[in-house]
């Protein structure tokens, strides 16, 4: 395994800030239909970003991303599908 050039590292810096801002929309942020539309695209480019794993032909890209990309496209879809429900509250 190689280290990545630096045009590379800065590359795959940004899909990670991105990553980080679209958990904090799923989990905070106001309900609002352009935050559902939101969530549901990235969930979609997510989806094609699983697709794009599987047919690496990294076995890592396959066994470790594949199975994340995946597992967050699902996580933000069924934050979007919440949209218009009350939050969630424990009753005592």
């Keep these: 395994m190689g280290t990545l050039p630096d ?3 800065v590359a795959s810096a940004v899909p990670s800030v991105v990553s980080a801002a679209l958990a904090l929309l799923a989990v905070s ?5 352009s935050r559902k539309r939101g969530l549901r695209a990235a969930s979609a480019l997510f ?9 690496s032909p990294s076995i890592g890209e396959k066994l ?13 879809w069924r934050r979007a599908a919440q949209h218009g429900r009350a939050p969630v ?3 005592v």
């Design 7 to 9: 045009n590379l590292r």
């Design 29 to 33: 942020g106001p309900r609002t239909p």
């Design 47 to 55: 989806a094609l970003g699983t697709i794009m794993n599987l047919a």
């Design 64 to 76: 470790l991303w594949s199975p994340v990309v995946a597992a967050l496209s699902v996580v933000l």
């Design 89 to 91: 509250t424990a009753e």
